[in-house]
Nanobody
Framework: QVQLVESGGGLVQPGGSLRLSCAAS????????IGWFRQAPGKGREGVSCISSSDGSTYYADSVKGRFTISGDNAKNTVYVQMNSLKPEDTAVYYCAAILGDCTTEPGTFEIWGQGTQVTVSS
């Protein structure tokens, strides 16, 4: 079964850190790009970060540049996003998604989606 499973979400205080994981099964990430998206209540799905397996190139939304770092471990078929200096406005459900080829910023182009993990930043 082809699937992505996110983990690592939770409640954290402002300024804190979390690391989200996106584990793939049923397919190899070698030829895919993995994107992280988030959706806050009442808002659309926003592209946060992406990494392309072909050349390791990465993308970050302006809102997370300098705070989030995306990385991949092909041996574990897993992609991570390290989130530091978290802010209340980072609160959202975070999803990972896979697209064959290179990164894009359009959620509609991604073919495989995880179920999401909740991140709440609050004191």
């Amino acid at each position: 079964q082809v699937q992505l499973v996110e983990s690592g979400g939770g409640l954290v205080q402002p300024g804190g850190s979390l690391r989200l994981s996106c584990a793939a099964s049923g397919f190899t990430l070698d030829y895919y790009a993995i994107g992280w998206f988030r959706q806050a209540p009442g808002k659309g799905r926003e592209g946060v970060s992406c990494i392309s397996s072909s050349d390791g190139s990465t993308y970050y939304a302006d809102s997370v540049k300098g705070r989030f770092t995306i990385s991949g471990d092909n041996a574990k078929n897993t992609v991570y996003v390290q989130m530091n200096s978290l802010k209340p406005e980072d609160t959202a459900v975070y999803y990972c998604a896979a697209i064959l080829g290179d990164c894009t910023t359009e959620p509609g182009t991604f073919e495989i989606w995880g179920q999401g993990t909740q991140v709440t930043v609050s004191s």
